[in-house]
């Protein structure tokens, strides 16, 4: 815990599993960030007497990991995805942990269930630059566990 008013990035850590991944584990030792954004749906309507309604129902989650590459991990993954698909083989779905150190000392712990993947970024390779990749995903739910 870095802050003692308010959470900071290196208070979280993810742990993504997926069956396709090697040892069924997406280990990216320089994960830089996670980031987390519900996505309701929203209902509208507009009554006979001209009141205006709406509400929120629970969406998916949209999921992004930006992440220094260091090893092949996500390259592996992705080429292991794209053949599958291309194979006509039914792809799993994995699981993504989310823990927060809470500036109490307890730490929170997150499911995202039934999560597909994405690899969107593998890599601009440029002189002495760090390439750096990104891995979207989609989750159907967040279980606090």
Same mark, same amino acid.
Request: net charge positive.
């Given at each position: 815990m870095a802050g003692s008013f308010f959470s900071?990035? @290196?208070d979280g850590e993810v742990v993504i599993l997926h069956p396709l991944a090697p040892g069924g584990r997406i280990d990216m030792p320089l994960l830089t960030g996670f980031d987390a954004k519900p996505n309701p749906v929203t209902i509208k309507t507009v009554t006979l007497t001209g009141r205006h309604l709406e509400d929120h129902l629970p969406g998916n989650y949209s999921l992004t990991f930006?992440?220094?590459?260091?090893?092949s991990i996500l390259d592996d993954f992705q080429s292991t995805l794209d053949i599958?698909? @291309?194979?006509?083989v039914a792809v799993p779905t994995g699981t993504v942990y989310q823990y927060i150190r809470e500036l109490d000392g307890s730490t929170s712990t997150y499911q995202f269930n039934e999560v &597909?993947?994405?690899? &969107?970024?593998?890599?601009?390779f440029k002189g002495d630059d760090k390439v750096t990749q990104t891995l979207m995903a989609s989750a159907t739910e967040r279980r606090r566990m």
């Open positions: 900071v990035g @290196r930006s992440n220094d590459r260091s090893n599958a698909k @291309r194979s006509g &597909t993947f994405q690899v &969107t970024e593998l890599g601009n």
